[in-house]
């Protein structure tokens, strides 16, 4: 409004003095463009903040000078670094464990190292893992873990919508909370902010559920309103562990149909690496309402490494707020080390330049490339925006499937039969950039067959995508898609 305040009266109120007004906006569009390309930040940002100064100068500093210097991320991250200081303790890297991989698993170790060295996470030998190829299968299997719990149990979900699968889950820690069970449960304001409201908070803490919402939505401006917390994680007394792509809403598990069918996954893991899990819904619930009180009741189980084990894992989470794409990176490195294939399974296709080149290179170096997008989208500006990688990614060599039954909400990547990530990370902006995330990346185990498998069984229901295609799209189509990819990093 201040950007249009400020041309109407140049045009119409100032008259002479207007080009003294232009010739301001003009200064400040140079020294915005000279203070993103002197900043360490992907290029693809640097483009879109130059078009945005460009266009609307007033406005453009005016972002950037809120997003670059709000004072609300800063004090995100002392709380956030403060609550890891209290966890980590309990989940330093296991120095056996360390030796062993450095010296029979080199592939694995640079990963191991970077994931250790930038956010702290612990390399674990896999006890057991388990993939769920579908909401269906994967909530069947919570339920009946839920229901064994006699400590606590930690619930962290980026959408939580009222239905049957709601309704199923809070029945039992409405028991579990009456048996003297533990429950912490975190939603994100945005995520859910249709679903639930003050009345429905103040109904889970009278029955014993102890709730906390992530960065409700604040009637002022602040960059950390842009930070959402997209993470999925179930904690079952410190000894199981969920994660993947699915809510807690009907459209994840086919109870109600949203874009056709629903196609998700799932992982749940024993043991040691649990820990992880635990220690990263205890940050965040930390840092959203630091206390003093320490943590060791929820890790009172002792985990030894086996001998015997079904390969590794690294869990690990990623922030927005620490400059470190650890998410991207690591999808980078599987990508780069690839040998026969990559699939990947995402909902969304908005890369960046480092991400588009890695797939490219790949592809151009004779590892099998494929990508399973959705074939019905729940976002037309989404899709219009994968739809412009399309030519490039084909053109290398990628080979782009789409899911015809419906809607493709899994978030995996899995590469020559040995590496894998199940998780919560996109590949666009917003999961790369822009969220709280978190993952599990498993190396050599069993379960990984499960997950290549799932990839081959989803391609014999998908659509192959050719060049001539996206050719028969209308011009006006792959205009908006064009111009939508210029701001996609802003978005």
Not at 77 to 87: F, G, H, P, Q, R
Not at 118 to 130: L, R, V
Not at 174 to 190: H, L, P, W
Request: include cysteine; charged fraction near 25%.
């Amino acid at each position: 409004m201040f950007q249009i305040s400020f041309f109407v009266s140049g045009a119409f109120w100032l008259q002479e003095y207007a080009k003294y007004f232009y010739g301001v906006s003009t200064v400040l569009s140079l020294f915005g463009v000279i203070y993103v390309l002197n900043r360490d930040v992907n290029n693809s940002f640097k483009i879109s903040w130059i078009i945005l100064f460009a266009l609307f100068p007033i406005m453009g500093i005016l972002l950037s000078f809120l997003i670059h210097s709000n004072s609300m991320s800063k004090r995100q991250w002392i709380k956030l670094d403060n609550s890891v200081k209290k966890t980590y303790k309990y989940y330093k890297q296991n120095s056996e464990v360390a030796n062993r991989i450095k010296v029979d698993e080199p592939e694995l170790f640079s990963c191991s190292n970077y994931l250790n060295k930038i956010g702290g996470f612990s390399t674990y030998a896999c006890e057991k893992a388990e993939y769920f190829d579908s909401g269906e299968a994967f909530f069947e299997e919570l339920i009946k873990q839920l229901s064994k719990a006699n400590k606590y149990i930690f619930i962290e979900s980026y959408i939580v919508s009222k239905g049957y699968f709601y309704d199923k889950v809070i029945s039992i820690l409405r028991k579990k909370a009456k048996e003297g069970v533990i429950i912490k449960f975190i939603y994100d304001g945005i995520g859910t902010i249709a679903q639930f409201d003050k009345e429905d908070i103040t109904y889970l803490r009278n029955e014993g559920i102890d709730c906390r919402v992530f960065e409700p939505l604040k009637p002022f401006l602040s960059s950390s309103q842009n930070n959402r917390d997209h993470r999925k994680i179930f904690v079952i007394d410190g000894t199981t562990a969920f994660t993947g792509g699915v809510n807690i809403a009907d459209e994840y598990i086919n109870k109600i149909n949203r874009f056709g069918h629903w196609k998700d996954s799932a992982i749940m893991i024993k043991g040691a690496s649990v820990v992880s899990f635990t220690a990263m819904f205890l940050q965040l619930w930390d840092m959203m309402d630091p206390n003093d009180s320490d943590y060791n009741e929820f890790f009172i189980v002792e985990h030894k490494q086996p001998e015997l084990h079904d390969g590794y894992i690294i869990p690990y989470c990623d922030n927005p707020i620490d400059n470190e794409p650890i998410g991207k990176n690591v999808y980078l490195q599987i990508i780069n080390t690839a040998n026969n294939y990559v699939h990947i399974m995402t909902p969304y296709l908005i890369l960046d330049d480092d991400m588009l080149s890695s797939l490219k290179l790949a592809a151009k170096r004779g590892v099998d490339v494929k990508i399973i997008m959705p074939g019905i989208p729940d976002k037309w500006y989404a899709y219009l925006l994968a739809k412009t990688f399309y030519p490039e990614l084909i053109s290398s060599g990628v080979r782009i499937y789409e899911y015809t039954p419906g809607f493709v909400h899994s978030k995996i990547m899995v590469s020559d039969g040995i590496k894998a990530v199940v998780g919560t990370i996109n590949l666009d902006f917003r999961s790369l950039y822009h969220h709280y995330e978190c993952a599990a990346f498993l190396y050599k185990s069993s379960v990984i067959k499960d997950i290549s498998s799932d990839c081959e069984q989803t391609l014999k229901k998908c659509t192959k995508i050719f060049i001539e295609d996206y050719k028969r799209l209308s011009v006006i189509t792959r205009g908006i898609g064009r111009i939508l990819r210029i701001l996609a990093p802003l978005m």
